[in-house]
Nanobody
Framework: VQLQASGGGLAQAGGSLRLSCEVS????????MGWFRQAPGKEREFVSA????????VYADSVMGRFTISRDDVENTVYLQMNSLKPEDTAVYSC?????????????????WGQGTLVTVSS
């Protein structure tokens, strides 16, 4: 299984970026997809996840109302739309996949990981 993340870059505070993560080698529609991030000198933290059925999404409190996760089961891709970015959103963002059941919050529950993509938000 391969996960290919893209879309990171530099944004100003208040701006937007959209991350993408394309999955290959597994039945995409049967796996929960999540996003995690790790800022310099900090622990990796949960950002958001979307259930394999697409009907349930969850977010960290720090991004609630600003980030939106979605998935396209035809394109085998999960997206993270990030709006109203803040400097504290600066981190390496990684996508991950999890076979059912739905346990989205902890990194150790995920089975597949992609490489990270760097998001830098300037003030």
């Amino acid at each position: 299984v391969q996960l290919q993340a893209s879309g990171g870059g530099l944004a100003q505070a208040g701006g937007s970026l959209r991350l993408s993560c394309e999955v290959s080698g597994h039945t995409f529609s049967s796996i929960t997809m999540g996003w995690f991030r790790q800022a310099p000198g900090k622990e990796r933290e949960f950002v958001s996840a979307i259930k394999w059925s697409g009907g349930v999404t969850v977010y960290a409190d720090s991004v609630m109302g600003r980030f939106t996760i979605s998935r396209d089961d035809v394109e085998n891709t999960v997206y993270l739309q990030m709006n109203s970015l803040k400097p504290e959103d600066t981190a390496v963002y990684s996508c991950a996949g999890q076979r059912i059941p739905f346990r989205p919050y902890h990194a150790q529950e995920y089975d597949f990981w992609g490489q990270g993509t760097l998001v830098t938000v300037s003030s």
